[in-house]
């Protein structure tokens, strides 16, 4: 299995269009199962997430907590994904201040 784990401040009033961008995960090495878990400090945020040309979630606003992700509990999104999809977490803040959004995709190859 193979993870990317971060913590991401988005700026106030700004968008970042991939928080997972630069991980050596960022593409599906080959058929996979993905689960993913997005949390924010705070309201105000509106995530967009896609695996390759799918669309998984339209705009909403992500789970709101300050405490870690848990693996049980939080993994919301779950989806496969096929060799070269790029996953993409893109994330609006709606407010005047920063909030950070924690990111935890754990991705399993298919078959194993």
């Known amino acids: 299995m193979q993870v990317i784990q971060r913590v991401t401040s988005i700026a106030a009033n700004s968008v ?5 961008s630069g991980s050596a995960f960022e593409f ?4 996979s199962l ?3 878990a997005l949390a ?3 309201t105000g945020l509106q995530v967009t997430v896609q695996s390759g040309g799918q669309s998984i979630v339209e705009e909403s606003p992500p ?3 300050t ?11 779950n989806f496969g994904a096929i ?3 790029r996953l ?3 994330a609006r803040n709606t407010t005047g201040a920063a909030i950070n959004l924690t990111s935890l995709v754990q991705i399993q190859p298919a078959g194993r």
């Open 88 to 90: 993409v977490v893109r």
């Open 40 to 42: 924010a400090a705070a």
């Open 63 to 65: 789970l709101v907590k």
């Open 16 to 20: 970042n269009d991939n928080v997972l």
């Open 34 to 36: 993905i689960s993913m």
């Open 83 to 85: 060799t070269g999809d």
């Open 28 to 31: 599906a090495k080959g058929p």
């Open 67 to 77: 405490t870690g992700i848990s693996t049980e509990d939080d993994m919301y999104y």
